[in-house]
């Protein structure tokens, strides 16, 4: 029993001593206001994130956010958790191109109501190396299904097909 215990004990050393774990994430802040209403919106948005990189190509990880969205007088709460794999298909020195594919789960809540929010997606994406510890990331774009159902109420559906820049989130990465 000793043996297979310091069997064990070696080979989770030995794995977190070449452990290229990341860490990182992004934060953003959005401000609208419609001129024909006077109605103004504000939402704050902030997401961690911490992956390990299992080899060259893969890399696995999650992504836990909270966004907080005032719209005139109604104020929301979104919880966000989204574990991924991740694929780098082209390694150009600095500069590798990526795709994540994951799941998400939302939980939105607005003033007394609440939904719950599945989706499955793939995100392309860019990071560049800026040094052997920092990586600027941009996902741009996103394959993918969602659904989300308040209660008493029937589903919503919706896919998201593209590369546009209406869907592009960037962020920092520090390589531990």
């Known amino acids: 029993m000793k043996k297979i215990m310091m069997t064990l004990v070696a080979i989770a050393m030995a794995t977190t001593m070449n452990a290229q774990w990341y860490v990182g994430g992004a934060v953003g802040y959005n401000y609208a206001k419609d001129k024909n209403t006077d109605v ?46 991740r694929y780098t298909f082209v390694k150009l020195n600095k500069v590798n191109f990526f795709a994540d594919g994951g799941f998400e789960y939302n939980y939105v809540k607005v003033d007394g109501e609440s939904a719950n929010g599945f989706g499955l997606n793939i995100k392309p994406g860019v990071s560049v190396n800026l040094n052997d510890k920092v990586s600027f990331v941009a996902h741009i774009g996103e394959f993918g299904w969602a659904s989300a159902k308040a209660k008493n109420a029937k589903s919503v559906q919706s896919v998201a097909l593209g590369l546009d820049l209406t869907a592009v989130d960037f962020g920092l990465y520090f390589n531990l």
């Open 40 to 85: 103004t919106s504000n939402t704050f948005r902030i997401i961690p994130e911490v992956g390990y990189n299992l080899n060259e190509k893969w890399a696995v990880g999650v992504k836990v956010g909270y966004a907080y969205t005032k719209i005139a007088d109604e104020k929301a709460h979104e919880f966000t958790v989204n574990p991924y794999a």
